[in-house]
């Protein structure tokens, strides 16, 4: 348990994956790379039948996960399920592996999936695989040639992935880059049926880190004892984040003096999405009797009597727009390619979700005209403050 609370989010890692084709060696590969026995290695073609996942520390990148995929070139009814996932898999892949057979060579299955990597903008490596069988003297520069039946070159491999894998990331904050040495934040995280038992959800932590990491402080309340929260403090706090549910409650206890924002709209800036999230919260106004909206969690967990993806929100966009709607779900990794039914696509947060493929579901909607907007942003909305939870960011709230 201890472990795994001090692991650092799947969502803040850096997400590698590997592609290529059936019996390339890309389960070796992985192996060789990764140092441990990730996934099973045969002769057998196909061996790898859905994409292995794992969460590590790989040096000299630090924090990542690990994704071993189909073979891109699988045939039959159930290959091409398989090949299907291995494309979703760069949805949410940050650097690129192609494992190429280095006795065989590239094939059209190879460069195929460079012209994805290239469409996607997924930086890329290639490697030919088996060079114990066959050396490759002219590499290009993005190539390099390895063996992982005796790990030659699988440590510059390794430095070369880290070399692509240098990202803004490290750089993002979710809230320290809004505070000096010295704020107060106070945070508001109701706590109800639907919250994890003994624990808090990712949001609250990861912005809790960020506040003490800008030697900032922050007191953590709910909502009843809020007043009393406030009361005890000299002077104003920075600012008030709340979880969006208690919106409608915390917006009549904070001053309006005081900035007021929620976790979900910090967590929309974090991933790369207020903006167009901003934009699309309005389009509730534009549902009519008979319309379908979307609303997609990037986790799964077990349903509550007052969960707000699959209860509070349906009854709220109900409330607000007076209009006969249809609504349907999505979790986890499942999120729908055929958008074309929906006439608002309503998401969470994405604290459990890359970025990359966070953005990836807001391109889905966009090439397909669907608005886009997220938990935290359509609640402010509904509740009148959107204006005002977006205060801390002049650049957003001035487009409103």
Request: glycine share 8%; net charge negative.
């Amino acid at each position: 348990m201890a472990d795994n609370l001090n692991q650092t989010p799947n969502a803040n890692r850096v997400h590698i994956g590997f592609f290529g084709r059936r019996n390339a060696g890309k389960s070796s590969v992985v192996n060789a790379v990764t140092g441990q026995e990730l996934s099973i290695v045969s002769d057998v073609k196909g061996t790898t039948t859905d994409p292995v996942s794992k969460a590590m520390e790989l040096l000299p990148v630090g924090p990542v996960v690990i994704i071993d995929t189909p073979g891109i070139d699988d045939e039959g009814t159930v290959g091409d399920m398989r090949v299907r996932k291995a494309r979703q898999i760069l949805n949410k892949t940050d650097v690129a592996v192609l494992i190429v057979d280095g006795v065989i060579g590239k094939t059209e299955s190879d460069d195929e999936l460079v012209a994805l990597f290239e469409e996607k903008s997924i930086p890329y490596i290639i490697v030919y695989n088996k060079s114990d069988l066959k050396s490759r003297e002219k590499l290009g520069e993005n190539e390099i040639s390895v063996s992982a039946v005796n790990g030659t070159n699988i440590y510059e491999l390794k430095e070369r992935i880290a070399a692509l894998a240098k990202s803004e990331e490290d750089d993002k904050r979710v809230i320290g880059d809004l505070l000096e040495r010295g704020d107060v934040v106070v945070l508001v995280t109701p706590i109800d049926s639907s919250a994890p038992k003994g624990r808090m959800i990712l949001p609250q932590m990861q912005a809790i880190r960020d506040i003490l990491d800008s030697r900032a402080m922050c007191i953590v309340t709910q909502t009843d004892e809020l007043s009393k929260a406030l009361g005890a403090l000299k002077e104003p706090p920075k600012m008030v984040v709340t979880d969006s549910q208690a919106f409608y409650k915390v917006k009549e206890i904070v001053p309006r003096e005081v900035p007021l924002t929620s976790f979900s709209i910090l967590f929309a800036r974090f991933k790369g999405i207020l903006a167009p999230a901003v934009k699309g919260a309005a389009a509730v106004e534009k549902l009519k009797d008979g319309d379908t909206v979307l609303i997609s969690e990037g986790c799964t967990h077990h349903r509550q009597c007052e969960d707000i993806g699959t209860v509070k929100l349906p009854s709220w966009i109900q409330k607000h727009t007076g209009k006969k709607l249809n609504f349907e779900f999505s979790s986890g990794g499942g999120f729908p390619d055929d958008l074309s039914k929906y006439s608002l696509v309503v998401h969470c947060g994405g604290c459990m979700l890359n970025e990359r493929e966070v953005i990836y579901r807001l391109k889905c909607a966009r090439d397909q005209g669907v608005q886009f907007t997220n938990y935290g942003t359509l609640i402010a909305y509904m509740n009148g403050i959107l204006k005002r939870s977006l205060e801390i960011f002049p650049d957003i709230s001035k487009e409103i």
